[in-house]
């Protein structure tokens, strides 16, 4: 015969046994991710009749590897027994019987890891070649008939035993049988095959654990027979009363798919998916979990397994069918799906009577029809029914439901298809809030569904998005107004938060958030429908999503594109709304037209049209010192117009003025503006305008301090700060940032002890009043009273008692009130106290925040001006006066930045020259630093300032003239030390050191290589 063998049977599919629960282990090998042990190349020479020690060693090994979980070791195994047994010539027929009997049928009931696998592989290689085109059978092994093999096959796997032993059995039987299905050789010959087929059903009718299995293995068989043998097998399973099984629909789908003019039984239907079928095919896809049970008739119903979490293999061939059906053209492939869904899933697995069990499982139909229908877009809309919407929202709403974790399963599939196919969202959305869903969705299952979807917005989707959010009538939401407009609010504030596609997208008409903030801002502003209470949440919301919005710089143009949208009426009578917002309006147009814009301008003019922005925004939310920011923001546009034409002074000042009001509001979108504003105009700020942004930095951090910094009562901050005590629910909606002055700044970790002294003085002090508080009150009682305290009794003086008269009862009612009174307004001036330091202490993190951009970039410009040195001496006394750690550990952190910044605008090197510096200016301030580093002696103040000076250092240095006074500065300072005039950090000096020895091991490497 010659070595023709060229192919080795497919490994089989997991799929084959629909209802095996897998292990893990072979859940990794059907993957393929377990790693291979094999080494070296299997012996593939043929086996020997008479086998010795070392023969009979290598078929222990060869079979062992064919029962590994590894699928590359079992294929490389079976490929060296298939040739050792069949290959060349072949071998013998005794050694063929041998393996046959001993080994492969035999190894079938083997349960050990995956050896039937692995056996049937072969086996189905084996049988092909035997009965199959090769009919080896028929000319080489005549002794081997296909009755033998076959009665082999039932003597080793003969159901003995009980238990699990019995279950091997079962289990190597059915997976020898479908070795010969899948060898194509029981169909030339019909007796072959329904011989099988009797094997089948007998198993089935045994064992109802295996029925599933064995209806998929006849599933096979049928895509293999023609047209007359599909007929005879339905015909027969017909007889047998398994047509109205879960195994026999499968059955009938696939020989009807098949073979769609075939001629089938009279009963029970033409075809299961067929109209008139459907009223009785629910009672044949429904797992009843009995073993057996009896029809109408008294006539045996066909034993049904017990109820399993795993999903019936029928309904991969509906689904099949469906999509099949949906993809030829003029069908009615909608309207059949649409019969069989409501009429067999959703009144039956969904309805009120079902159990819990059906419930499970139609679950899984959902998600398993959702999943397949990605391609069968027409499925989509018609598979969220009205028993299944109103069970999957009942079941996720509470934890304590028998089925919530299976809704949220279905949910989160719901989330997956939207990910994997974002084209979908729109009919997804339409579904769940539509009729048989609820327009609050999230609320009404306690899930974040509806977000999680939203994000998954598309410029492709956004307008189709947005026409199912937006109601024309609100009524048909299901819920009042109110609720209707907080819920929309919610939706357009997530479209609003999802990212641009790309930095480019910066026009509201091809942007998810651009769309969405101008949708949301119309209904905070121009809608007339909306009630005044529910607008003024809205323009909450809205403010809200403009602070995420200035965060993103791809995202800029969208806000100032939704303020341009705002048509709301004004009063025609207002001075402002006639004359100062039309001119804030065409200002903002004016910025924004690009063809006035240069790669110079670009930035400061899209920063002024973001405060201008903001302005108007904060007309229309009734600001009451909008007017002063109108007449500011012009200032400034005119000096931005004529901005290096000579009239530019004072723009800087201007905006840092205008930049200080909006840190000073506990706003998060005031913050991410000012924020992005001073970013654009870092390069025009003056000395006087860093001076204004420095001055704060050193005001008492007391009410003192408070009446320093806002000289009158802004009562916007006041209501902010009143706003502290509102519940969780309204801070979200809220655009009020709720800091936490123990949190913020740095999390460097500090080792200094600052201001620990300090806050045990305040705590003792304030312990000591608080007694002393206690002690007047119960003196002032015992006065009114006429009583003592229990540790009093000695002092107390006998007297007699008698009781009060009515009049001096009420007398005594007024003193008592006089005293709380006086006692409530103590501890109201306490918190007061300690709100005026909060305030104090947030103003300056802001300022902070603001030095810390200017820092970072206009000290790593190659032209650094001077203008960014003198910003050391004041972040160093802040770090030396301030009570609270997190301020001076955002103010180590900016010098920290401030020394990086300058490397880098030195290009790395340790000592450069930057042009056009006042170096004899630097060495001044360098000695102010030196007597400022006298001034506390605590680690982290010594570490910045030390960080400062050689900075400094680092460009004085660069000039060999003011390189000794440099040298001789430290010298000094260190002799003053010395001489215990001074107390300073040992550090200070060390760090100097240090930067000392690293430039002489680069100038020592540099002279070496000249």
């Not at 299961?272 to 009672?283: E, F, G, K, N, Q």
């Not at 819920?479 to 357009?492: F, I, N, R, V, W």
Request: aromatic letters at 6%; glycine letters at 6%; proline letters at 4%.
């Amino acid at each position: 015969m010659g070595n023709k063998r060229k192919r080795v049977a497919k490994e089989p599919s997991n799929d084959t046994q629909p209802s095996q629960k897998r292990s893990k282990k072979e859940v990794l090998t059907a993957n393929g991710s377990a790693k291979s042990k094999t080494s070296k190349a299997l012996d593939k020479s043929p086996f020997s009749e008479h086998p010795n020690v070392d023969e009979r060693k290598r078929e222990l090994e060869l079979y062992n590897q064919l029962g590994s979980e590894d699928v590359t070791e079992r294929i490389e195994a079976a490929d060296a027994i298939i040739s050792g047994l069949l290959g060349g010539e072949g071998v013998p027929e005794p050694v063929l019987l041998r393996h046959l009997d001993k080994r492969l049928f035999r190894g079938l009931a083997s349960g050990r890891n995956a050896s039937r696998l692995g056996f049937s592989l072969v086996l189905t290689e084996i049988l092909g070649q035997l009965f199959g085109e090769k009919d080896l059978a028929g000319s080489k092994y005549t002794g081997l008939t296909f009755d033998k093999v076959l009665g082999i096959l039932l003597e080793k796997t003969h159901g003995g035993g009980s238990g699990q032993e019995e279950r091997d059995h079962y289990f190597g039987q059915l997976f020898g049988i479908e070795s010969f299905v899948r060898s194509g050789v029981l169909f030339a010959d019909k007796t072959r095959w329904f011989l099988v087929l009797d094997l089948l059903l007998r198993m089935a009718g045994r064992k109802s654990w295996l029925k599933s299995q064995c209806g998929y293995v006849i599933v096979q068989a049928v895509s293999q027979m023609n047209i007359n043998l599909a007929e005879n097998t339905l015909e027969k399973l017909s007889g047998e009363g398994l047509a109205k099984t879960p195994e026999g629909v499968g059955i009938w789908i696939a020989a009807l798919d098949r073979f769609p003019e075939m001629k089938v039984p009279a009963q029970p239907w033409r075809h299961p998916l067929a109209v008139t079928s459907l009223p009785a095919l629910p009672a044949a896809l429904k797992d009843s979990g009995r073993e057996a049970s009896s029809d109408e008739n008294g006539n045996k119903k066909p034993k049904q397994g017990n109820w399993t979490a795993q999903l019936h293999f029928v309904w991969d061939l509906i689904l099949a069918h469906y999509v099949k059906l949906g993809a030829q053209r003029n069908g009615d492939a909608p309207e059949q799906f649409k019969q069989f869904w409501n009429r067999v899933v959703d009144e039956s697995f969904f309805s009120k009577n079902a159990s819990d069990s059906q419930k499970f499982s139609g679950f899984m139909i959902f998600q398993k029809m959702l999943e397949g229908a990605v391609d069968s877009p027409f499925m989509v809309p018609l598979l969220f029914s009205k028993n299944m919407m109103v069970c999957l929202m009942n079941q996720a709403a509470k934890e304590d439901r028998y089925l919530h974790r299976a809704a949220l399963k279905a949910l989160k599939s719901i989330e997956a298809v939207v990910e994997k196919v974002p084209a979908l969202l729109p009919t997804l959305l339409k579904e769940l809030l539509g009729k048989h869903g609820a327009y609050n969705f999230d609320q009404r299952t306690n899930t974040k569904t509806m977000d999680k979807l939203l994000q998954h917005t598309t410029p492709s989707t956004v307008k189709s998005v947005l026409r199912i959010l937006q109601l024309k009538d609100p009524a048909k939401s299901g819920l009042d107004g109110s609720k209707y407009y907080q819920a929309l609010g919610a939706y357009l504030f997530k479209l609003a938060s999802v990212p641009s596609e790309t930095p480019e997208a910066d026009t509201s008409s091809k942007s998810v958030p651009g769309l969405a903030i101008n949708a949301l801002t119309e209904l905070a502003y121009s809608n007339k429908s909306v009630p005044a209470g529910d607008r003024e949440t809205l323009r909450t919301r809205s403010i809200s999503a403009f602070a995420r919005l200035v965060r993103r710089p791809e995202d800029f143009g969208h806000l100032c594109n939704a303020i341009l949208s705002i048509e709301a009426d004004v009063d025609p009578d207002d001075e402002i709304a006639g004359s100062v917002l039309p001119d804030a309006y065409e200002r903002l147009r004016d910025l924004l037209d690009p063809a006035k814009q240069t790669d110079d301008t670009r930035e400061p003019r899209q920063a002024l049209a973001l405060l201008h922005a903001v302005g108007i925004l904060q007309f229309y939310n009734q600001d009451p010192d909008v007017i002063d920011l109108f007449e500011e923001l012009g200032e400034c546009y005119s000096k931005l117009e004529s901005y290096g034409q000579g009239s530019d002074q004072g723009i800087s000042e201007y905006l840092v003025e205008i930049l200080l009001a909006m840190v000073a509001r506990p706003s998060s979108l005031m913050r991410q503006v000012s924020q992005q504003v001073f970013e654009a105009f870092t390069g025009y700020m003056s000395e006087e305008a860093l001076k204004l942004l420095t001055d704060p930095l050193a005001v008492e951090e007391s009410a003192n301090g408070q009446q320093a910094l806002f000289s009158t009562e802004d009562e916007d901050v006041m209501d902010a700060e009143a706003a502290d005590g509102k519940s969780d629910e309204e801070e979200l909606d809220s655009d009020v940032e709720i800091v936490n002055l123990e949190n913020a700044g740095s999390d460097e970790p500090d080792d200094s002890d600052e201001g620990s002294e300090d806050e045990e003085k305040e705590n003792a002090d304030a312990e000591d009043k608080d007694q002393e508080a206690l002690d007047a009150l119960d003196n002032a009682l015992a006065e009114v009273l006429g009583s003592h305290r229990l540790d009093k009794d000695d002092e107390a003086e006998s007297g007699d008692e008698s009781d009060m008269t009515d009049s001096e009862m009420m007398a005594v009612d007024e003193k008592l009130a006089e005293i709380f009174k006086q006692r409530a307004k103590a501890g109201n001036k306490k918190k007061e106290k300690k709100d005026a330091k909060d305030t104090v202490v947030n103003f300056k993190h802001r300022v902070l925040d603001l030095l810390a951009i200017y820092v970072r970039k206009e000290a790593a410009r190659p032209d650094a001006k001077h203008n960014v040195f003198n910003l050391l001496p004041p972040l160093l006394e802040l770090i030396r006066s301030t009570s609270a750690k997190a301020l001076a550990n955002k103010a180590c952190d900016i010098i920290m930045t401030f020394s990086k910044s300058l490397k880098k605008a030195r290009g790395g090197s340790q000592v450069a020259e930057i042009p056009g510096l006042d170096l004899q200016a630097l060495v001044s301030l360098m000695e102010e630093l030196h007597e400022e580093a006298s001034q506390d002696m605590s680690h982290a103040f010594a570490r910045a300032v030390s960080t400062a000076c050689l900075a400094l250092a680092s460009v004085v240095c660069c000039d060999e003239a003011r390189r000794r006074e440099v040298f001789e500065l430290y010298a000094n300072t260190q002799l003053k030390w010395f001489n215990g005039e001074v107390k300073i950090q040992p550090a200070f000096f060390s760090d100097w050191l240090n930067w000392c020895q690293s430039h002489a091991s680069i100038a020592a490497a540099a002279q070496a290589e000249k």
